[in-house]
């Protein structure tokens, strides 16, 4: 990750309960330091190409505004 990014973790639920905090009590153990989010945005769906691939681009340009 370039200097002055941070991570940012789109998550859509399936579970309405789930609450950053629980998805931070989960990392504890599984993440480095460095790759521990700092934002955690709840979305009803990530935007896709028309094939059903993920558009990262599209996540990112939403991530810096």
Do not use: N
Not at 33 to 52: A, D, H, V
């Amino acid at each position: 990750m370039p200097p002055g990014e941070a991570v940012k973790l789109f998550v859509v639920r399936k579970d309405p309960k789930l609450t950053a905090e629980d998805i931070l009590a989960h990392r504890g153990s599984h993440l480095t330091r460095y790759k521990i989010p700092r934002q955690i945005e709840f979305r009803s769906e990530l935007p896709k190409t028309p094939i059903g691939k993920v558009l990262r681009r599209a996540l990112r340009d939403v991530a810096s505004h």
